[in-house]
């Protein structure tokens, strides 16, 4: 029995912020911020749009596409860091909203890898035949974790939410996953938690994502190159059957530098980081259903996903459509 995609949905938010927007009152301009990352625009979510609102709205889109109820769903997993609350988790919201019948329904916590993280744990509910439809929805809010006079982090990223439907297949679908994780990385990508802020009587910079983009950048590159080599190596395919690459929308640099690595053109690469910027969680989501509404991939296909975030934890998986 394989966990194959079934359907994926998307939602972002109404609002758009572009590079000569954010110049307005950030010390940057349109080409520095393109030149560095590869972003000209991205969604900046209003006050009604929560993270828990496009994480159901996401949900609702990869219902349809996949034609199913959401009775049939038997495990929901919303991976966020950015939830309007700290309890309840998300996937309950989801799970109440969406009148799904009492099933698992949990958050998990694992940064811009989150996608990833879920769909593994997701792929194992179904290969034990504990799951026949499970709901992964990866949603985020990241403009309320940004310190918008901090032109290292503002510029970088957005609000959105994807969502899968992993169903039971006797085709082929997650062929390999592979996950990892880091902790001497702990310092070089941080949000602190409100709790955490107030016990440490910390100051107004604490509240905010802080990063150290070189290093990160360094360590990603590194992580990822590894990564890709696990991946095919546990798939039992080569570099030449990989048709598509939708890695994380971090950094176009790093995007160029797996593509190399996988032989791909940059053709052959999903690319939504120009317009939505980087979702954290949500990129991978967003832009399989990017891809897949706009008829880049087709049935048959093979692709492969990889992100890296902070914990540090990295990871992926192929899977053919």
């Known amino acids: 029995m394989f966990a194959k995609i079934t359907g994926t949905g998307s939602y972002l938010p109404k609002k758009s912020l572009t590079n000569h927007d954010l110049a307005e009152f950030v010390d940057t301009s349109d080409e520095w911020v393109k030149q560095r990352v590869g972003i000209k625009s991205r969604h900046i979510a209003s006050d009604d749009e929560t993270t828990s609102l496009m994480a159901l709205e996401a949900a609702k889109d990869a219902i349809k596409s996949a034609n199913i109820s959401a009775k049939d769903i038997g495990l929901v997993i919303v991976a966020t860091g950015t939830s309007e609350y700290l309890m309840p988790s998300v996937a309950s919201i989801l799970q109440h909203e969406l009148s799904i019948p009492s099933c698992p329904a949990f958050d998990i916590g694992a940064a811009c890898s989150g996608f990833v993280y879920a769909v593994d744990i997701a792929k194992q509910y179904i290969e034990n035949n504990t799951a026949k439809h499970v709901l992964v929805v990866a949603?985020?809010?990241?403009?309320?974790?940004?310190?918008?006079?901090?032109?290292?982090?503002?510029?970088?990223?957005?609000?959105?939410?994807?969502?899968?439907?992993?169903?039971?297949?006797?085709?082929?679908?997650?062929?390999?996953?592979?996950?990892?994780?880091?902790?001497e990385g702990l310092e070089m990508l941080q949000f602190k938690s409100p709790l955490k802020r107030k016990l440490d009587e910390t100051h107004s910079e604490n509240a905010y994502i802080t990063m150290q983009g070189n290093k990160v950048f360094k360590q990603a590159v590194s992580s990822l190159t590894t990564l890709v080599n696990e991946l095919l190596e546990d798939a039992k395919i080569t570099k030449k059957d990989i048709d598509w690459l939708v890695p994380h929308q971090a950094n176009y640099r790093i995007l160029e530098a797996t593509a190399k690595k996988l032989g791909l053109c940059m053709s052959q690469v999903v690319v939504t980081l120009d317009t939505q910027g980087n979702t954290s969680a949500a990129s991978i989501p967003l832009a399989l259903d990017y891809a897949i509404k706009n008829k880049m991939i087709t049935s048959g296909q093979t692709i492969l996903t990889e992100a890296f975030g902070a914990g540090l934890v990295w990871g992926g998986f192929i899977a053919k459509f």
């Open 139 to 183: 949603s985020e809010r990241m403009s309320r974790a940004l310190d918008w006079n901090d032109r290292s982090t503002c510029v970088l990223f957005g609000d959105g939410a994807g969502a899968v439907i992993l169903s039971q297949s006797h085709e082929p679908g997650i062929i390999a996953s592979k996950l990892h994780t880091n902790g």
